[in-house]
């Protein structure tokens, strides 16, 4: 039987947090064998928000690619490529965009949203309006059927098999209609309690030492009621514990007790997760470290994704051009 094909874009901003990790990537490891995996860096997507400042779209983009390597992404089994490689993406965006209805995008709730949270950015352009229909191409352009993603991105799926359902109803059947992969831990809280991004300052980087994981960890806020060591501590408020479920979920049962039964300071527990997460990358800092020492690896790594990807994105775009008769 063919396998299943997997695919899922990231925003190169940069290195990535453990918010990115237990959202998201994870998920795409884990299922990394049993299906045929797009793995792409999205760097037009980036250019719709960065567009008056793009000078490290690429730089970021590399160090993405870095990350996702050393964290077990494996390039032989995975297409690993740059968004920007594939111009056929952005034809067929072209064609799509002609069969959109403007509310569709208009109505996107992440569209709003985003407007309102990156103020300090011009968002009124045609480009951001448009990032759904430019996702709507990543998945398409591939025929992609399971995409790995936080709930934040429903909303573009959803308008991505709206529009593939439009175009098989104009022009004749052709697209499968994607459907996604949520993540179990999908929200990962940063220090502050807020979703963790790095545009919040609050995350814990996938490269940060152990001086700056003990650090972030030791100011993160606890239960507040808590205020002496013997006061009985409420771990469900307290962002310290939601760490420990992700990560030390087999013996949740016994550090929930020690911090309601006070046997536990929370300067102590804060160490020991520090500790934890700390531990929990090491493995990959040391990868990274090797990986970063020759860059050229980095580029054949994209450059294969490339070539793998473009026969695949060609042979869609000439279908689709035969399908509304542009041929
Ligand atoms: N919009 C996604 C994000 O911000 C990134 C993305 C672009 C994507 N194209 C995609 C995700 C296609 C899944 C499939 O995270």
Known sequence: MEKKKMLTGFRPTGKLHLGH??????NMIEHQKEHENYFFLVDW???STEYKDPKNIKSNLID???DLIALGIDPEITHLYRQSDIPEIAELCLYLSMITPLPWLERCPTYKEQQKELKAKDLSTLGFLSYPVLMASDILIVNADIIPVGEDQLPHL????????????LYGDYFIEPQELL???????GTDGR???KSYGNAIFLSDDYETVKEKVRSMITDPKRIKLKDPGHPEVCNIFTFYKIYENERIEEIENRCRNAEIGCTKCKAELAEIIYNSLKVFQSKRKELEKDLSVIYKILDKGKQEVKAEADKTIKDVRKKIGID
């Open 183 to 189: 993540s179990q831990a999908t929200r990962v809280p």
């Open 64 to 66: 993405c690619v870095i």
């Open 158 to 169: 959803e308008i991505t098999r709206e529009i593939a359902r439009r175009f098989n109803y």
């Open 45 to 47: 997507h980036a250019l």
């Open 21 to 26: 990790l237990h959202g998201n990537i994870k």
């Open 195 to 197: 979703k963790m991004s």
